[in-house]
C-alpha cells in the first residue's frame, strides 16, 4: 500500500489532527443522472427520466452551492467531470478518494462498476495545484474490488479525527476487511455496526446517519441496530461532544448528511460553519435545529433537490475533505 517504513507511520499517527478540514473538492458533473446500478444498494435515489434536464438542473446546483461556500469563505477547490465515459455519479467525488493532513491520498474501492470511471489522477493533480496539497504517499485499496470487498469512502467511514475512530455501517457498500485495512494504514479504531431503515435495509453508506463536527455528533440512532446502538452512543458520547440523535423522518431527508467545514474571515479569524441541505434544514425540529446550530460558527442551507432525488446523495456527499498540513 503505502511506501512508509513503521516509524514513519508511528509518527504520522501520533500527530495532532483538526476534525474540520479548511478546503473541499468538489466535482462539476457533465453527465449526472439517475443510475440504475447504484439503485440496487441506494433505496433514496428516484427515477425521473428527464436525462438531460436534470444533468443540466444538478450544474445549476452545483454552482450555486459552491456560490454558497465560497460566500462563507470556504475554500473550494473545481474539477471538471469529462463527459466521456459518462460517470452519472461524479458529483459525490468522497466516495472515491480522501486527501489527509500528512499528505496521504487514500483511493478506495467502488462497489458499482460504473463508479470506478470515476476516479481520475487528473482530479488529484488539480487539488495538488489548486490547493498545494503535497501527496506524500497513495494507499491504494482498488484491488479489493477484484474480491468483491468495497469501502466508498467518507460515505462508507464517517471520521472522529480528534479521537482517531473511523465509525463504519456495514453495508454492500462497506465491508468489514477493508474497513480493518483502512484503518491499519491510517492508525484509527474501528467501530463498526449494522444498522437499517425502517423496511430493514442498511443504510447505503454511514454518512446518511452520522457527522461528526468539532463540538457536536448528528446519529440517526433509530437506525442502529439494538445490539451495537449502545454500544455506538458509548463511544461517541466519550469524545465529548454534545450527541444528537435523530429519527428515521429526518434521516430520509438527509439531516444525518451534513458536514462541519474550517473557515476564515477577517473580522471573525477562524470560524466553523455547518453545511446541510435545505431538506435536511426543513426536516430537523426547532429544538433540534437550535441545539445543532449552538454547537457550530454559522450553518449553511443550500438546496440540491435533484441530487438528492436521483442520485440518492446530499451536500456532504458532494464534498471531498482536503486536509492541509497545519
Given amino acids: 500500500m503505502g511506501d512508509a517504513n513503521p516509524e514513519e507511520l508511528a509518527a504520522r499517527h501520533r500527530a495532532p489532527r483538526q476534525q474540520c478540514a479548511g478546503a473541499v473538492l468538489m466535482v462539476r458533473p457533465a453527465s449526472f443522472d439517475y443510475n440504475p446500478e447504484t439503485a440496487a444498494t441506494n433505496a433514496m435515489q428516484q427515477s425521473s427520466g428527464d436525462g438531460a434536464g436534470a444533468a443540466a438542473m444538478a450544474r445549476?446546483?452545483?454552482?450555486?452551492?459552491?456560490?454558497?461556500?465560497s460566500s462563507e469563505g470556504v475554500s473550494v477547490c473545481i474539477a471538471e467531470d469529462t463527459p466521456q465515459?459518462?460517470?452519472?455519479?461524479?458529483v459525490f467525488p468522497n466516495n472515491w478518494v480522501s486527501f489527509h493532513h500528512d499528505g496521504t491520498v487514500v483511493l478506495y474501492p467502488m462497489h458499482a462498476p460504473s463508479r470506478r470511471r470515476e476516479r481520475r489522477r487528473e482530479v488529484i493533480d488539480t487539488v495538488?495545484?489548486?490547493?498545494g496539497f503535497k501527496v506524500s504517499r497513495v494507499v491504494d485499496l482498488?484491488?479489493?474490488e477484484n474480491e468483491g470487498k468495497a469501502l466508498e469512502g467518507t460515505g462508507s467511514l464517517v471520521l472522529d479525527h480528534v479521537e482517531r475512530v473511523a465509525?463504519?455501517?456495514?453495508s454492500p457498500r462497506t465491508h468489514p476487511d477493508v474497513v480493518e485495512e483502512w484503518c491499519r494504514e491510517l492508525g484509527y479504531e474501528p467501530v463498526r455496526f449494522d444498522a437499517a431503515d425502517r423496511r430493514g435495509v442498511p443504510p447505503y453508506h454511514t454518512n446518511v446517519l452520522l457527522s461528526i463536527g468539532e463540538r457536536a455528533v448528528v446519529v440517526g440512532s433509530a437506525a442502529i441496530a439494538e445490539?451495537?446502538?449502545?454500544?455506538?452512543?458509548?463511544?461517541?458520547r466519550a469524545s465529548g461532544r454534545d450527541v444528537i440523535e435523530i429519527g428515521h423522518d429526518e434521516m430520509v431527508h438527509f439531516a444525518g448528511n451534513m458536514l462541519e467545514v474550517a473557515s476564515w474571515d477577517e473580522a471573525l479569524g477562524d470560524y466553523r460553519v455547518l453545511v446541510m441541505s435545505a431538506a435536511a434544514r426543513q426536516a430537523l425540529s426547532p429544538q433540534t435545529y437550535e441545539r445543532l446550530s449552538g454547537c457550530t460558527d454559522a450553518v449553511l442551507a443550500v438546496p440540491v433537490p435533484t441530487i438528492e432525488r436521483l442520485g440518492g446523495g446530499s451536500v456532504r456527499c458532494m464534498l471531498a475533505e482536503v486536509f492541509l498540513p497545519t
Fill in 142 to 144: 482498488t484491488d479489493r
Fill in 167 to 170: 465509525y463504519a455501517s456495514l
Fill in 85 to 90: 465515459p459518462a460517470k452519472p455519479d461524479a
Fill in 128 to 131: 495538488a495545484s489548486n490547493l
Fill in 227 to 236: 445490539r451495537d446502538r449502545g454500544r455506538v452512543l458509548d463511544r461517541l
Fill in 60 to 69: 445549476s446546483e452545483f454552482d450555486r452551492f459552491v456560490q454558497a461556500l
